[in-house]
């Protein structure tokens, strides 16, 4: 059994920085292409950034590829979403998940965590 537990999400004031975690288990996922996205009420999951394997590529969304940085370590069954700058817009629901290669549609990932709440705030 696959699980995926997210963390770090908080509340944060605008321009500000953080960085959620993904840990692994119940199976090694280092040869899956791991993503994260977020989900805003009333919204549907929107891709934000994934990462092959081996973390030798990666993907973003262009609302985020210059504020967002994916990266991961399979000897620590962990994968990071570092974010900085943040917005009011960027308050949402996170998730990773883990999928056979990186793509865009949260279709395409066959397991997901629980999600982390990022609250961007005064």
């Known amino acids: 059994q696959v699980q995926l537990v997210e963390s770090g999400g908080r509340l944060v004031q605008p321009g500000g920085s953080l960085r959620l975690s993904c840990a692994t288990s119940?199976?090694?996922?280092?040869?899956?292409?791991m993503g994260w996205f977020r989900q805003a009420p009333a919204e549907g999951r929107e891709f934000l950034a994934a990462i092959r394997w081996n973390g030798g590529r990666t993907l973003y969304s262009d609302s985020v590829k210059d504020r967002f940085t994916i990266s991961r370590d399979n000897a620590r069954n962990t994968v990071w979403l570092e974010m900085s700058s943040l917005k009011a817009e960027d308050a949402a629901v996170y998730y990773c998940a883990a999928g056979s290669d990186m793509r865009r549609n949260p279709d395409d990932y066959v397991y997901w965590g629980q999600g982390t709440q990022v609250t961007v705030y005064w």
């Open positions: 119940g199976r090694t996922l280092s040869e899956a292409a």
